[in-house]
C-alpha cells in the first residue's frame, strides 16, 4: 500500500501520497468532489 501523509486542518482531512500518483490524484479529486457534491 502507498504511503500517506495527512495535510490540511479542520473537518476535512486531507490525505496527500508521497509519491505523486496521478490516478490517485485525479480519483482523489473525484472522491472530493462526490462527498461535496452529496453534501450539497
Do not use: N
Not at 12 to 26: C, L, P
Request: a positive charge; proline letters at 0%; glycine letters at 12%.
Amino acid at each position: 500500500m502507498a504511503k500517506f501523509t495527512k495535510v490540511g486542518e479542520g473537518k476535512v482531512e486531507v490525505y496527500k501520497k508521497e509519491k505523486t500518483d496521478w490516478a490517485g490524484v485525479i480519483g482523489g479529486i473525484a472522491f472530493v468532489a462526490f462527498i461535496i457534491a452529496a453534501i450539497f
